[in-house]
């Protein structure tokens, strides 16, 4: 079954480059809805995942919109990205409109890299191939699943345009982005979800949920800066991204060298996590993540 479904996936990443985007997109979004009616059990999760959301929590029908919402953006997504390899870099950079890169800009300025956070939210990989289109070097930590076959397949079509990958659950893979950051390149980490590793639990969306420890333990090792980022389709031609700023320690860490780490990545999770949860609060039907952020 996994060879047909092989086959098929490079026929389309061969046949969809070709056809018109608003054509692929619009049969994607059918897909997406023919996946929310029939996948009941990451449904539920999605469901209780955007439950979390205060805007949503008391409103059944816009909850239920969100959730069909987040499988029609899944498929969007990955419509794209299947149309990565086979497209000029240009036409990319048309479909996004990127706010306040300044800030990265400065903060490569100082020298010791760029660590930016991200939630799974909106047109992720059009996103970092922008990035890799216009010059910054991007280093990103993935999980890697099983079918291998598959999980290579989708790595090669992210690759395709200059980004560098690695696992996100072996000291090969920290070492490769701490020499990333080294040589004052980005490390990209999504921080809405704990895989491997260490993990913190602090509130997001008003709930203890446990999320990685790593953004915040790279950037006190490296030096690093540490920002949040994330984008988000304003139409489905059209996506936006965005730069925004983090606390890089507690305000006592200047006055008083001696201070605990463990109280300044306490700090710095819960900063992450209020980020997280704002950009997520603000696009629900785009979190794309299809299975539990918190336990049953």
């Not at 950079?93 to 010791?112: F, P, Y």
């Not at 990103?140 to 790595?155: A, D, T």
């Not at 969306?205 to 090792?221: D, F, I, K, S, Y």
């Not at 059209?238 to 001696?258: N, R």
């Amino acid at each position: 079954m996994m060879r047909y479904q092989l086959f098929l996936l490079r026929l389309l990443a061969k046949l969809l480059p070709k056809l018109p985007r608003r054509l692929v997109l619009w049969g994607a979004a059918l897909a997406g809805i023919l996946a929310w009616l029939l996948a009941g059990r990451a449904r539920a999760a999605v469901q209780a995942n955007l439950a979390h959301i205060p805007a949503l929590a008391a409103q059944p029908r816009q909850l239920r919109c969100a959730v069909r919402g987040v499988f029609i953006h899944t498929a969007l997504n990955y419509a794209d990205l299947l149309r990565v390899p086979g497209i000029a870099p240009t036409q990319i950079q048309d479909s996004i409109t990127v706010l306040r890169l300044d800030l990265a800009n400065a903060a490569l300025e100082r020298g010791k890299g760029l660590v930016l956070v991200t939630p799974h939210l909106g047109n992720f990989d059009y996103a970092i191939q922008w990035m890799s289109w216009h010059g910054y070097r991007v280093t990103i930590p993935v999980e890697r699943i099983e079918p291998r076959e598959m999980f290579e397949f989708f790595l090669s079509l992210r690759r395709a345009k200059g980004i560098t990958f690695v696992p996100a659950d072996t000291r090969e893979g920290l070492r490769a982005m701490l020499r990333a950051l080294a040589q004052n390149e980005i490390v990209l980490i999504t921080a809405d979800r704990h895989i491997y590793g260490r993990g913190a639990t602090v509130d997001l969306l008003g709930t203890p949920a446990t999320l990685p420890v790593g953004p915040a333990l790279l950037a006190q090792r490296s030096g690093a800066v540490l920002l949040g980022t994330g984008c988000w389709r304003e139409t489905w031609l059209q996506t936006f991204g965005a730069f925004y700023p983090l606390p890089q320690l507690p305000p006592a860490v200047d006055a008083v060298p001696d201070t605990n780490r463990a109280d300044t990545e306490t700090y710095m999770m819960r900063q992450i996590a209020q980020f997280l949860g704002d950009l997520i609060s603000a696009h629900p039907e785009q979190w794309v993540v299809l299975t539990r952020i918190w336990p049953t």
